[in-house]
């Protein structure tokens, strides 16, 4: 019953961080259509669930080592993850019939 928000940033394979995490809901998300939202301004993003800003970065909130790379090109993974290590698999009663609509 969760909605996730990260943002990865580095440098090399080994040399890597990220900043994020969950936003808990009150009921499953597959109950009812949402609207989840990235926003992106500079030096600043956010998430957003149905109009709601549950967390947002600027680059004072990574770690000094590194520099804010999100002001250049890169790239987003939209992910809707079901089974797996994470966030587990789903058991028998639990619908999979799922759609992400971009």
Known sequence: NSAYGV?????LFRDKSEL???????TSPSEDFHIYTIEK?????????DGFEY????????????SWPFEQTYHLILNLAVGG???GYPDRDQAVDVIMEV
Not at 7 to 11: P, T
Not at 20 to 26: Q, T, V
């Open 85 to 87: 290590n994470w966030p």
């Open 41 to 49: 301004t500079p030096n600043r993003i956010a998430w957003l669930v």
């Open 55 to 66: 967390q947002s970065y600027t680059n004072s909130d990574i770690q000094p080592k590194y």
């Open 20 to 26: 994020g995490g969950p936003l808990k809901m009150p």
């Open 7 to 11: 943002i990865h940033y580095g440098n």
